[in-house]
């Protein structure tokens, strides 16, 4: 089982910046990519971007630019560093460890935009 702990949301104005955090524990070893998802109320869960164990990245379109994912794989520790937020960036933040038997989640780190 792996565990997986977000954090660094919070409330920021519009065309601010947050970085959010992901520690990863547990049986790390059969995670191949994590995966940043948010989800805003109502609608369904979406994927913001991805980093493979190589280093491979991707987002989505709305990201690209703004957002930027990274990885310390010495700390277990996946980044999402967000730029020129906008009020529709507000969401929970989740972290997904891929390729592991079970799916494994974080509990979630809510951000706010404000405008």
């Known amino acids: 089982q792996v565990q997986l702990v977000e954090s660094g949301g919070g409330l920021v104005q519009a065309g601010g910046s947050l970085r959010l955090s992901c520690a990863a524990s547990?049986?790390?070893?059969?995670?191949?990519?994590m995966i940043w998802y948010r989800q805003s109320p109502g609608k369904d869960r979406d994927l913001v971007a991805a980093i493979t164990s190589g280093g491979s990245t991707y987002y989505a379109d709305s990201m690209k630019g703004r957002f930027t994912i990274s990885r310390d794989n010495a700390k277990n520790t996946v980044y999402l560093q967000m730029a020129s937020l906008k009020p529709e960036d507000t969401a929970v933040y989740y972290c997904?460890?891929?390729?592991?038997?079970?799916?494994?989640w974080g509990q979630g780190t809510q951000v706010t935009v404000s405008s």
């Open positions: 997904y460890a891929g390729g592991c038997p079970e799916d494994n």
């Open positions: 547990g049986y790390t070893n059969c995670i191949s990519a």
